[in-house]
């Protein structure tokens, strides 16, 4: 049974004992987790609070979650495959910075966007995540799905300051637009293209629900997730 908490919910505490058991690798990374029905069991809670702990999860990022599947422990990505040139060095400083701009305005971004999105803004960033798998499966690097997948969040802000922003920065703003070598992927930059496509989810699940912490969580773990892959990749070259 799941022990109380004076100071946490029963979602808040149930993901924190999951946590732990990916911290010491009972659940390893990649494996799936148990059903939600063996979680109620095993820790006496409803499915409602199952499915808070885990959205709760994928918002930082240990957990994806596959749709008819289950729940699976995220595999870490150190260092993004989509490498730049070590005459790239001042690209690379630059796209990093980029990406430090990008941290502080979406994260804002996603919380109003949870707070105000409309069912045509969820139809078009359901379309958008759609066109980033079909892009995996066909073997390319989604650069334009990415984007229009980040668009179509500033959008649904409601407020065109934002998406002015976006669209003023264009696809450059997607690290992969500025790597050395774009083209056809190979196994390991298929991988990495999952594991991004398994954070935008855990994003688009949040802005459904109108989860704007989770929101928030999800957007900041995502992006400072590709900050930290280009600053190894920067010492990588340094």
């Not at 002015?164 to 500025?178: D, F, T, Y």
């Not at 949040?206 to 969580?217: S, V």
Request: aromatic share 4%; charged share 25%.
């Amino acid at each position: 049974m799941l022990p109380p908490s004076p100071s946490k919910t029963r979602s808040t505490v149930l993901a924190d004992h999951i946590r732990q058991r990916i911290n010491n690798h009972t659940y390893v990374p990649g494996s799936q987790l148990p059903t939600e029905a063996r979680i109620m069991t095993e820790f006496g809670v409803s499915r409602t609070v199952v499915r808070e702990a885990l959205s709760h999860l994928q918002a930082h990022g240990l957990v994806t979650t596959r749709h008819g599947i289950g729940s699976f422990v995220t595999v870490p990505i150190d260092i993004s495959p989509f490498n730049f040139a070590a005459d790239q060095a001042d690209s690379l400083r630059d796209t990093i910075a980029l990406l430090e701009l990008r941290i502080a305005l979406e994260t804002e971004a996603a919380v109003l966007a949870a707070k105000r999105r409309t069912a045509s803004n969820l139809i078009r960033l359901e379309a958008a995540h759609a066109a980033f798998g079909r892009a995996i499966m066909e073997g390319t690097d989604a650069v334009s799905a990415d984007f229009t997948f980040h668009n179509e969040i500033a959008k649904a802000t409601q407020n065109n300051h934002f998406a002015n922003v976006m669209q003023q920065v264009g696809e450059s703003s997607i690290p992969r637009a500025r790597t050395a070598h774009r083209g056809p992927i190979d196994e390991t930059k298929r991988a990495y293209l999952r594991r991004v496509h398994d954070e935008h989810a855990s994003l688009l699940n949040a802005i459904k629900n109108q989860d704007t912490e989770a929101a928030r969580a999800a957007s900041r773990t995502h992006l400072s997730n590709s900050r930290d892959r280009l600053k190894a990749r920067q010492t990588t070259l340094s």
